[in-house]
T-cell receptor
């Protein structure tokens, strides 16, 4: 079957670093995506990993270990606007399979 | 550049009424198109996807249907809505062979 797990909620303070983990078990793997979704809005693309290792993009980084079925999204220098849901998704076959998302709350 | 439109933005419908949600993509040709539903507290659930005109694949059996009458138009329909059909409906597209998907603004449907 297809299974993607990520924590339901996380909290952090402005300026801090937070790591959101994602584990997956899917039949087929063509890469792992992270999307950001603010309340009431559509998801927007953050990152894509297809090979093992760390991809850095500004304050956001994403890591993938295919052998462990594991990824994380690292957010540095947190800002209030980073309060959102973060969706982990695996490309398997034609479509993306999404986790339920992690709601991150950033406080001052 | 490519843009994706959905309408309406919000919709309140009584149980048993029909539904038609529309999605169009501009600035690209022959996109793959997807319909997702996001219910409260749940993840994005893939409902339908299409790789071409008239080609529809259903991921979840239910009282919804989809059609693709034109290359860049994707329609989600129902003959009789259920309370459980309430949710946030998202249309997405990508290019064939590219996995990254781009989402439309969504339609928030409330069935009363």
């Amino acid at each position: 079957g297809q299974n993607i797990d990520q924590p339901t909620e996380m909290t952090a303070t402005e300026g801090a670093i937070v790591q959101i983990n994602c584990t997956y078990q899917t039949s087929g793997f063509n890469g792992l995506f992270w999307y950001q979704q603010h309340a009431g809005e559509a998801p927007t693309f953050l990152s894509y990993n297809v090979l093992d290792g760390l991809e850095e993009k500004g304050r956001f980084s994403s890591f993938l270990s295919r052998s462990k079925g594991y990824s994380y999204l690292l957010l540095k220098e947190l800002q209030m606007k980073d309060s959102a849901s973060y969706l982990c998704a695996v490309a398997a076959g034609t479509a993306l399979i999404f986790g339920k998302g992690t709601t991150l709350s950033v406080s001052s | 550049s490519q843009t994706i439109h959905q309408w309406p933005a919000t919709l309140v419908q009584p149980v048993g009424s029909p539904l038609s949600l529309e999605c169009t993509v501009e600035g690209t040709s022959n996109p793959n198109l997807y319909w997702y539903r996001q219910a409260a507290g749940r993840g994005l659930q893939l409902l339908f996807y299409s790789v071409g005109i008239g080609q529809i694949s259903s991921e979840v059996p239910q009282n919804l249907s989809a059609s693709r009458p034109q290359d860049r138009q994707f329609i989600l329909s129902s003959k009789k809505l259920l309370l459980s059909d309430s949710g946030f409906y998202l249309c997405a597209w990508n290019r064939d062979g590219v996995y990254e998907q781009y989402f439309g603004p969504g339609t928030r449907l409330t069935v009363t």
